[in-house]
C-alpha cells in the first residue's frame, strides 16, 4: 500500500451520523482525501443520502474523494484496501423483536441481557444475524480482497473480532470508542493533561493507567473522591451519561479499577434487575441506556437523524450548502463538528493512516490476545492500547488485575466462547443450557418454550443474511 | 526417604471406614508394614476405638505396624514423612447448618449446591472451616515436617489442592477414588479388559481414553447404547449408584465423553432444581445421593458405622478375634474386605510405596495444572493419570475437548477461583456477588439476609479451627 487512491468499502454505510465523521475524517487527512469510498447498505434511500452529503463534504473541504454505492457485498469488497463494517444486520427491528419474545418468557431486556452483557445492541445469543454478516465479509475479503484490512466498527465487537480472527486468515482489528469515558472521568477530577492506558476486552475495559504528566499516580484522586461520592446526587444528562454514575463508584470498589466507556454499562445482574434497580444504579429518570426507558430514548434519537438526514439530504439536492443547513436541534452541533477542522474522534481513518503512511499512531485495537493479557485466552479477542505504524502494531504491555480476570473478563469471555460456540454449530440446545443457567430462568419449561418461539426466528434470519448476495 | 520405619499421620483419623481402610493397605503392602501410624481426630472417643481395631488389623496380618495418638496438628505432623488428610472440621453438624441456612432464604441444598457443586459434602462457598484446616495443616507442615508429603483426601480437593499448592511451598497431592466409576461402565457393557484414562478436575473428570487391550475404541460401543438406552428403565441400586443414571446419557451427548464417578453428581443446575428433577435425573426412590432423601440415607449410613465400630471395639476390648466380628449388616462385607489380601483401591498407600521404594504406580492425581490439561489456567489443581516413581511424577498426555473445557471445567474453575479469593481476603461482599448470579437468587435483599444470618457462622467456625492446637 502508500499508493495513493485508496479503496476503501463502508458496509452499513446508510449509518449516516457513523458515515459522515468517516468521511469527514477522509477529507481532513490530507494523505487519504483522494480515497475512493464505496457505500454499501441494504436500504438504498438512506445509502443515497449519505452519498449526496458525502460528496457535499468532500467539496466543502476541498477534497478528491470519489464515491461509488456497491449493491453486493462482493461489490464492495472487491478491489478494497480497507472495508470498513458497521452494519446491523436486520436493523433494530430485529432487536426489539428478539427481546420482547425474551421478555414474554419472563427475560427482561431479553435473553442476551445477561451477566456482563447488557449494552442493548450488542446481542450475544441472539446474534446469529450478525455472526453470519461478519463471517460473509471476511470470507468474501478472503477470496476477493486478501490483501484487504477488515475494521470491525459493528457490534458485537468482542465476538466479531474473535469469530473472524479465528475463523478466517484476514488482516482485521475491531473499532471502539468507549476508551473516551476516561475523559469524563478526568474532567470531573479537574485534571487536563493526563496519560492513560486501558485494557480488557470490548465493552469491558478498565483503566490500567491514569498518571499525570510528571508520573503522579492519578488513581489517588480516585481514591479520595470514592471515599466520598454521595449516589443520590448523581443526576445524568442523558441515558448514556454512566461514566460517573453509582455503578462505575461500585464497580471501581468491587474490581480496583475505574471502568471506562460502555463497560459501565456492562454490569453484572444486580444492578439490572429490575427498571427500578436501573435507575437506582444509573441515575434518574432513564436507569440507563440499556433500561426500557433509556433505550427508547436512543432509539427516538435514532429515527430522528434519519429524518433529519433525509431532510438535508433533499435540501442540498436542491442547491443549499451543507454549511448553511440547519435544524435548531443537536443535530446542528453534530454538523458542526462534521464541518470544523477537528477529526471525528472514530479510529478508522487515522488507522488507516498509519497504515498506508507508515506514520505512528496510538490506537486502543481489538485482536486475538496471544499472551497479550495475562491469564486470558489467547484465543479470545481483547481490547489493548498499541502503536500502529504500516502494518506493524506494538502493544503496550497491559496489566489488568486477577480481581478483573476471575470476576469480570473471564465470566464474559466465557459466554462469549459458550455464545460463539452454539453459533458455529447451530446447536439450540447450547443456547437452552446457557439460559438454564439464567438468574432469571424458573424452570426447564421456561427454557423450552421460549427457545421454541424465538430460535426459528433467529435462524430464519441468519439464513436470509446468509442468502443476500 | 526409602528408610524403615516410616512415619505416617492420618488426621481425621476418627473416620473409621477411611482409617480400617488405609491401615490395612499398610499392612498388606510388606515394604510399608513397618511404618509408625499416627492417628489424630478432635474425637477423642473414635479416634481411641479406630486404635483398637488397628492393632488388631496389624496383628491380625502379622504387619509391624506401630501406632501413636496425637493430640495436636503440630504433634501428628512434626517427623512425619507423610500427611493424610481425611479431616472434616465441624462435622456433618456443620455441614447441616449452612446448608439449612440456605435453603430458610430460598437456596435449596444450600448455597453450596450451584452449578458444578453439587456434592454434599463438597462446600465450596461456606468451606471457610476446610480451607482453614487445610491452610493450617500445611503450614505446620512447613515449619514442622517441611519434606513430608501432604495427602490431601479431604473435600474440597480441587480448592484445597490449589489452595495449598499455591498458598504454601510443600510437596503435595490430592486423592480422589471417584475414577472407579469407569468399572461400573465396563460392566455394563460387557467388557473385562479394558485401557482407560480420566481427566479434568476433581469431581468433574471425563474419561478421556476407553479402549480394549487390542486398542478398539470402546466409545464406539458407549454410542451405540446411547442411541437406545430407556432412562426410564434405570433402577440404582443405592442413592450414590448413578454412573449409569439418566444424567451421566445426557452429560456424555452434551459433553462428548462419558463423565466419571462424583462428576455425575456434580452436573448443572437443570438437574437439581428440585426433588422432582433430581429424582427424574437420578433415579426414584432417592434422586441421587444430594437430594434431601438421599443425602439423609447417607447420613444414617454413617450414623450406623459408628455404632458399629464403637461395638467393635468393645468387643475386641474384651478378647473378642477381629475376624470373628459379626454385625448382620453390609458392614460384615466391608470387613471382609479389609481382612481380604487385596488392598482397599485408595491410592494414598501404594503411592507413599512409589515414592518410598521407586516403584512405578500408575495413580489419578490431583496436582497444579501447569500446561497438563490445554486451555485451563495453569494454577489451579487438575486430576490426571500419572506414573510416579519415588518423587517424579509422569503425567500423561490428556486431551479434554473445548467442549468440555469451556462449558463445564471453566465455569467450575471459576467458582473455585472466586471462592478462594472470597475465603483467603475474608470478603463476604464477593460472596455475595457469587449469589447474585445463582438462578435461586430473586433480589438483592435475599443475598443480604442470608448473608447476614449465615456468615457470622462461617467466619466464626474459620476462627475455632484457627485456634484449635
Given at each position: 500500500?502508500?499508493?495513493?487512491?485508496?479503496?476503501?468499502?463502508?458496509i452499513g454505510a446508510g449509518s449516516a451520523v457513523f458515515s459522515m465523521?468517516?468521511?469527514?475524517?477522509?477529507?481532513?487527512?490530507?494523505?487519504?482525501?483522494?480515497?475512493?469510498?464505496?457505500?454499501?447498505?441494504?436500504?438504498?434511500?438512506?445509502?443515497?443520502?449519505?452519498?449526496?452529503?458525502?460528496?457535499?463534504?468532500?467539496?466543502?473541504?476541498?477534497?478528491?474523494?470519489?464515491?461509488?454505492?456497491?449493491?453486493?457485498?462482493?461489490?464492495?469488497?472487491?478491489?478494497?484496501?480497507?472495508?470498513?463494517?458497521?452494519?446491523?444486520?436486520?436493523?433494530?427491528?430485529?432487536?426489539?423483536?428478539?427481546?420482547?419474545?425474551?421478555?414474554?418468557?419472563?427475560?427482561?431486556?431479553?435473553?442476551?441481557?445477561?451477566?456482563?452483557?447488557?449494552?442493548?445492541?450488542?446481542?450475544?445469543?441472539?446474534?446469529?444475524?450478525?455472526?453470519?454478516?461478519?463471517?460473509?465479509?471476511?470470507?468474501?475479503?478472503?477470496?476477493?480482497?486478501?490483501?484487504?484490512?477488515?475494521?470491525?466498527?459493528?457490534?458485537?465487537?468482542?465476538?466479531?473480532?474473535?469469530?473472524?480472527?479465528?475463523?478466517?486468515?484476514?488482516?482485521?482489528?475491531?473499532?471502539?470508542?468507549?476508551?473516551?469515558?476516561?475523559?469524563?472521568?478526568?474532567?470531573?477530577?479537574?485534571?487536563?493533561?493526563?496519560?492513560?492506558?486501558?485494557?480488557?476486552?470490548?465493552?469491558?475495559?478498565?483503566?490500567?493507567?491514569?498518571?499525570?504528566?510528571?508520573?503522579?499516580?492519578?488513581?489517588?484522586?480516585?481514591?479520595?473522591?470514592?471515599?466520598?461520592?454521595?449516589?443520590?446526587?448523581?443526576?445524568?444528562?442523558?441515558?448514556?451519561?454512566?461514566?460517573?454514575?453509582?455503578?462505575?463508584?461500585?464497580?471501581?470498589?468491587?474490581?480496583?479499577?475505574?471502568?471506562?466507556?460502555?463497560?459501565?454499562?456492562?454490569?453484572?445482574?444486580?444492578?439490572?434487575?429490575?427498571?427500578?434497580?436501573?435507575?437506582?444504579?444509573?441515575?434518574?429518570?432513564?436507569?440507563?441506556a440499556d433500561s426500557e426507558i433509556g433505550w427508547k430514548w436512543y432509539?427516538?434519537?435514532?429515527?430522528?437523524?434519519?429524518?433529519?438526514?433525509?431532510?438535508?439530504?433533499?435540501?442540498?439536492?436542491?442547491?443549499?450548502?451543507?454549511?448553511?443547513?440547519?435544524?435548531?436541534?443537536?443535530?446542528?452541533?453534530?454538523?458542526?463538528?462534521?464541518?470544523?477542522?477537528?477529526?471525528?474522534?472514530?479510529?478508522?481513518?487515522?488507522?488507516?493512516?498509519?497504515?498506508?503512511?507508515?506514520?505512528?499512531?496510538?490506537?486502543?485495537?481489538?485482536v486475538l490476545n496471544n499472551g497479550k493479557i495475562k491469564n486470558v485466552?489467547?484465543?479470545?479477542?481483547?481490547?489493548?492500547?498499541?502503536?500502529?505504524?504500516?502494518?506493524?502494531?506494538?502493544?503496550?504491555?497491559?496489566?489488568?488485575?486477577?480481581?478483573?480476570?476471575?470476576?469480570?473478563?473471564?465470566?464474559?469471555?466465557?459466554?462469549?466462547?459458550?455464545?460463539?460456540?452454539?453459533?458455529?454449530?447451530?446447536?439450540?440446545?447450547?443456547?437452552?443450557?446457557?439460559?438454564?443457567?439464567?438468574?432469571?430462568?424458573?424452570?426447564?419449561?421456561?427454557?423450552?418454550?421460549?427457545?421454541?418461539?424465538?430460535?426459528?426466528?433467529?435462524?430464519?434470519?441468519?439464513?436470509?443474511?446468509?442468502?443476500?448476495?
Amino acid at each position: 500500500m502508500g499508493k495513493a487512491g485508496l479503496r476503501v468499502s463502508i458496509i452499513g454505510a446508510g449509518s449516516a451520523v457513523f458515515s459522515m465523521k468517516i468521511i469527514s475524517d477522509f477529507c481532513k487527512v490530507s494523505s487519504l482525501s483522494d480515497s475512493n469510498i464505496v457505500l454499501m447498505d441494504i436500504d438504498k434511500t438512506r445509502v443515497e443520502n449519505v452519498l449526496v452529503l458525502a460528496k457535499e463534504l468532500s467539496q466543502y473541504f476541498g477534497a478528491k474523494l470519489t464515491f461509488e454505492i456497491a449493491d453486493t457485498i462482493k461489490g464492495a469488497v472487491e478491489g478494497s484496501d480497507f472495508v470498513i463494517n458497521t452494519a446491523m444486520a436486520g436493523g433494530h427491528g430485529y432487536l426489539d423483536l428478539v427481546r420482547s419474545i425474551g421478555e414474554k418468557h419472563g427475560y427482561y431486556r431479553g435473553i442476551d441481557a445477561q451477566n456482563y452483557n447488557f449494552v442493548s445492541d450488542y446481542l450475544n445469543l441472539t446474534n446469529w444475524n450478525q455472526m453470519t454478516l461478519f463471517l460473509k465479509i471476511a470470507r468474501t475479503i478472503e477470496k476477493y480482497a486478501p490483501e484487504a484490512w477488515y475494521l470491525q466498527a459493528a457490534n458485537p465487537v468482542l465476538e466479531g473480532t474473535t469469530l473472524v480472527s479465528t475463523q478466517t486468515g484476514i488482516k482485521m482489528v475491531g473499532f471502539c470508542h468507549g476508551h473516551y469515558g476516561v475523559e469524563a472521568l478526568a474532567k470531573f477530577l479537574g485534571v487536563s493533561e493526563y496519560e492513560w492506558q486501558v485494557g480488557g476486552v470490548n465493552h469491558g475495559i478498565w483503566l490500567t493507567k491514569f498518571t499525570t504528566k510528571e508520573g503522579k499516580n492519578l488513581y489517588e484522586e480516585i481514591e479520595k473522591v470514592a471515599q466520598n461520592v454521595k449516589y443520590e446526587e448523581f443526576k445524568p444528562s442523558n441515558p448514556f451519561d454512566d461514566q460517573l454514575s453509582p455503578v462505575a463508584w461500585e464497580m471501581y470498589k468491587m474490581y480496583g479499577l475505574f471502568p471506562v466507556g460502555d463497560t459501565v454499562r456492562n454490569s453484572t445482574w444486580k444492578y439490572h434487575r429490575n427498571l427500578e434497580t436501573k435507575i437506582k444504579w444509573y441515575g434518574a429518570p432513564w436507569g440507563g441506556a440499556d433500561s426500557e426507558i433509556g433505550w427508547k430514548w436512543y432509539v427516538e434519537q435514532l429515527a430522528q437523524v434519519v429524518n433529519v438526514i433525509d431532510m438535508f439530504a433533499k435540501m442540498l439536492r436542491s442547491g443549499v450548502k451543507i454549511n448553511e443547513l440547519k435544524t435548531g436541534t443537536p443535530i446542528d452541533d453534530y454538523l458542526k463538528e462534521i464541518l470544523s477542522e477537528k477529526l471525528s474522534g472514530e479510529q478508522h481513518v487515522p488507522f488507516i493512516n498509519s497504515v498506508v503512511t507508515n506514520t505512528p499512531g496510538r490506537f486502543v485495537v481489538n485482536v486475538l490476545n496471544n499472551g497479550k493479557i495475562k491469564n486470558v485466552d489467547n484465543d479470545v479477542a481483547v481490547e489493548i492500547c498499541a502503536t500502529v505504524c504500516g502494518e506493524k502494531f506494538e502493544f503496550e504491555e497491559t496489566h489488568v488485575p486477577e480481581r478483573i480476570v476471575n470476576w469480570y473478563l473471564k465470566p464474559r469471555i466465557l459466554l462469549a466462547k459458550q455464545a460463539l460456540d452454539a453459533f458455529l454449530n447451530k446447536n439450540v440446545k447450547l443456547i437452552a443450557d446457557i439460559l438454564e443457567r439464567d438468574p432469571r430462568t424458573k424452570s426447564s419449561e421456561q427454557v423450552e418454550k421460549l427457545i421454541s418461539e424465538l430460535y426459528p426466528i433467529v435462524i430464519k434470519k441468519a439464513k436470509e443474511i446468509e442468502e443476500q448476495e
